[in-house]
């Protein structure tokens, strides 16, 4: 039997259904009224950190190439007859994927014939098909996408960053991998991939907009068979509070040397709370946002422009407080940085700061419960971190500015590292 | 949510507003029509200015917090080209008033705010602040470089430079920077003034604000502005290439770049567009398409190879990033793929798959307050605002025949390629 709960919000009068389905798929419906579209995403969890593992009962680890994870959400479209894309196009549904660090997805929107587009994006995520030389024939164009990201300077500054914060963490190496990488990839190792990750208790799906939970259930009912769980264990060898390098430097062609500036947070354990990232989020638009001090000088001092930009960086086993953006003298940014965060640390922050920024995320959390996608999206990953949809509102509520000044306090300047991208 | 026409509520200000009680926020889009003229370059940098400061919020600082107060309002000011006409747009975004934590009504408070923007940049005696105009000059200088860091865009951009350079639509990225090196204070000024004075202005919004509100506080302010006398706009349209030309560069990158610009035949906007809108996608749109199958798919030449139509100059871009040494390969099999398309021997299922995810796509514009905004606002200077629906039905009226018809109204311009540096010549 499937089991069915209604969530309501009272504030944004919208409720969503949370569905402990028969086949072990937990499922997320959530019927936007008028809304002529309808977006789902089926997900797991598995990423390109997820590079050694072993099912529950093996005594042996298995270490696969980098980049894996990625390389299977590309093959998972092909099938023995037509490939998933061939079959959208009778639908007319718009469909892609995407591999992230921690999570694979596959995604559709349409507002016609959505039974049928959901029939097919549950049919071939669940039916793998690959033979060596269809493994061949990806690696081509999986090899020109790895280029393509290479050519770009804000993705390469991230990964630089990361490898020079990071000594073991898999989060340093790249999500599509290298083209050296990918070529050890073979059909046996993306089935084993598969048989591990894509099971029940690892994967949801997540439907927003004009659907309803008769709709949804009536065709994962009849496409999602019973498959066991299983339960994976993810090994990840320890990796130390302090940074690698201290500033890493890369040559490519940029207009102007791009930096990353990021500050390892030590962690106890590996998953950091809904509460703690608002509250990381805050604190760092508090230190660096577009209404702080730091900006304002760094901007009229000529230091940075408007590209400057705060990111607070996590998932399993890895957090950072990053700063990004343009600047002909990085090093000083860094500098200032450091110093606006021992100030405030001696200084505190202070409550009507606090009070404004705390509102301005209040109304970025409404401004998000329009868009179908970003609200599938947010099922999934919410699910895969143990939140719901709705938890971010009474968890912001609860954050006081004590809860900020100690966050504050926890970022330690001494483990951090810089990326440069530049001219050569 | 169907509307027929903007409302003129003064001579060359059109308001569009859409109510609807199934957003969470509100949108409003203010948008200033121009042709490309000599204050190109001084606008690029006033919409940067007016992005960041105005006379009542002089600081970077005052100005965020008051997108702050407004809930984190999602404030932004661009310019864009569409074909020889230029927008320059002051937009916002809101959380609907049921969502304010007093009695304050967000979208009047945003509404005023964008208006206090727009009226009141940071200037005295006929001049823009000279410290502002400084460091805005050095940020827009900066923004003009920085192109280069996306290759995939610079690639595309040097195309267009070199294919339309005797259009204004091909504005000179160097001349752009040279002519912004020379601007002052003054010179700002004056671009504004035009600005107010000669610019077809478009307002369109959707969500819950009320029409009425809009059109007197708008018309209050339109009133405000002396002189007003908006200038023509027109769009170029060359019909085709004579010959095809080739360019190659060289950059420090990892993958080449090749961008192909077509002619597609279109001689107004509204010439053929559902036919060749078709024709672009069945050629190269969604993964359904002969490129994408082609190029990617069967040959792995690819990881992207697209096409798409520009309705405004009726050009057709084609985009790939490839190995430098395929450069033959691909570019063969693209026009290859061309001549498919000419000859009318693309399948019907081909032809059904575009048409369906076209049909799908409009039929679901509706789903945010900016993506309406967006919808309608491309048809601004149509003769009738066609609905998401009406769009897919003229869609799914475009036959085979029509689609083979546009293709062999199409005729290449130019083949561009960007390679790394020191290699050999293909």
């Known amino acids: 039997m499937n089991k069915i709960r209604e969530i309501k919000n009272d504030l944004l009068n919208d409720s969503y259904f949370e569905i402990d389905h028969k086949s072990g798929f937990k499922i997320f419906v959530y019927p936007k009224e008028n809304y002529s579209s ?57 469909a892609n994927a995407y591999t992230s660090f921690d999570k694979t997805c596959y995604l559709f929107q349409c507002s016609g014939n959505f039974e049928k587009s959901l029939e097919i994006l549950l049919d071939f995520v669940s039916n793998p098909y690959f033979t060596e030389q269809t493994v061949q024939k990806e690696q081509g164009i999986i090899g020109q996408e790895i280029k393509m990201y290479q ?62 939970v008769e709709q949804v259930l009536e065709i994962a009912d009849r496409m999602l068979k019973p498959k066991k769980s299983k339960k994976i264990e993810r090994k990840f060898q320890i990796e130390p509070e302090t940074v690698v390098e201290d500033t890493i430097v890369r040559n490519l062609a940029v207009s102007m040397p791009i930096f990353a500036i990021g500050y390892k947070e030590k962690i106890t354990t590996p998953c950091r709370t809904l509460k703690e990232t608002l509250e990381s989020n805050i604190l760092l638009d508090i230190i660096g946002g577009k209404t702080s001090n730091l900006y304002e000088e760094m901007l009229t001092d000529g230091l940075i422009n408007t590209t400057f930009d705060i990111e607070y960086f996590e998932g399993f086993g890895y957090s950072a407080h990053i700063f990004n953006g343009e600047s002909t003298e990085p090093e000083k940014v860094r500098e200032r940085i450091n110093k606006e965060i021992e100030k405030m640390k001696k200084q505190g922050i202070d409550k009507e700061t606090f009070d404004r920024i705390k509102k301005k995320h209040y109304g970025g959390f409404i401004m998000n419960f329009n868009d179908i996608d970003s609200l599938a999206n947010a099922l999934i990953g919410g699910y895969f971190n143990g939140d719901g949809l709705y938890d971010q509102l009474e968890v912001l509520e609860s954050i006081t500015l004590h809860d900020i000044n100690n966050r504050l306090n926890a970022i330690n300047i001494e483990n951090s590292s810089m990326s440069i991208i530049k001219q050569n | 949510m169907n509307p027929k ?115 009141n940049p940071n200037c005295e005696n006929k001049k823009i602040d000279e410290e502002n105009t400084k460091r805005e000059i050095k940020f827009t200088l900066e923004n003009i470089e920085a192109e280069k860091n996306d290759k995939r865009a610079y690639a595309l951009s040097r195309l267009r430079q070199l294919m339309c350079a005797g259009e204004p639509y091909g504005i000179d990225r160097e001349k752009l920077e040279e002519d ?42 339109v009133d405000t502005i002396d002189n007003r006398k908006t200038q023509t706009l027109e769009n170029i349209y060359i019909e085709k290439a004579d010959e095809i030309r080739y360019f190659t560069e060289e950059m420090d990158i990892t993958q080449a770049k090749l961008v192909i610009g077509l002619r597609s035949g279109m001689t107004n906007a509204e010439d053929d567009y559902f036919a060749f809108r078709v024709m672009t996608d069945i050629f190269g749109g969604g993964p359904y398409s002969r490129l994408f199958l082609n190029v990617r798919e069967k040959m792995s030449l690819c990881y992207y190879c697209g096409a798409r ?96 018809e546009c293709a062999n109204r199409v005729t290449v311009d130019s083949v561009y390629l960007l390679k790394g540096e020191g290699k050999d010549n293909e």
């Not at chain 2, 029409?211 to 708008?218: G, H, R």
Request: charged fraction near 25%; proline fraction near 2%.
């Open chain 1, 38 to 94: 309808a977006y789902a995403v089926f997900g797991t969890k598995y990423g390109s950190i997820d590079t050694c593992f072993r099912v529950e009962g093996n005594e042996e680890f298995t270490t696969v190439p980098e980049g894996i994870a990625h390389f299977l959400e590309h093959k998972l479209f092909e099938s023995e007859e037509l490939d998933a894309f061939a079959r959208y196009a009778k639908t007319g549904a718009s």
């Open chain 1, 151 to 212: 050519d770009e300077p804000g993705w390469e500054s991230l990964f630089a960053l990361l490898r020079a914060m990071y000594h073991n963490h898999p989060v340093r190496i790249d999500i599509a991998g290298t083209v050296e990488s990918i070529s050890h990839i073979t059909a046996e190792l993306l089935y084993e991939c598969y048989e591990t990750f894509y099971n029940p208790a690892n994967m949801a799906l997540a439907v927003v907009g004009n659907v309803t």
């Open chain 2, 5 to 119: 026409s903007y409302c003129e509520i003064a001579k060359g200000v059109k308001l569009l507003c859409m109510n609807s009680d199934k957003f969470k926020t509100n949108f409003l889009s203010v948008d200033f029509y121009v042709p490309i003229n000599e204050h190109f370059a001084a606008l690029n940098v006033l919409s940067s200015l007016m992005g960041h400061t105005s006379k009542n919020y002089k600081t970077f600082s005052s100005f965020n917090a008051k997108i702050e107060s407004l809930y984190g309002a999602d404030f932004d000011t661009s310019i864009a080209t569409a074909g020889e006409k230029v927008r320059f747009r002051f937009s916002v975004e809101m959380p609907d008033d049921r969502f304010s934590l007093d009695s304050n009504k967000i979208s009047e408070d945003a509404v005023d705010f964008i208006i206090n923007i727009i009226s």
């Open chain 2, 180 to 221: 912004v090196k020379n601007l002052d204070s003054t010179k700002l000024y004056n671009a504004y003034k035009n600005l107010l004075e000669t610019s077809t202005i478009i307002i369109t919004a959707c969500g819950s604000l009320s029409e009425d509100m809009l059109n007197a506080k708008f018309s209050a302010f």
């Open chain 2, 309 to 404: 139509l520009l309705r405004d100059k009726g050009i057709i871009f084609i985009q790939s990033g490839i190995e430098e040494e395929n450069y033959q390969k691909a570019l063969t099999e693209i026009l290859n793929q061309l001549d498919i398309m000419k000859k009318g021997e693309f399948s019907d299922e081909d032809y059904n798959s575009s048409i369906t995810a076209l049909c799908d796509a409009f039929r679901g514009v509706g789903d945010s307050p900016a993506s309406v905004c967006a919808f309608y606002n491309s048809q601004a200077f149509d003769k009738e605002l066609v609905s998401g629906l009406e769009f897919a039905e003229k869609i799914r009226a475009v036959t085979r025949e029509q689609v083979v």
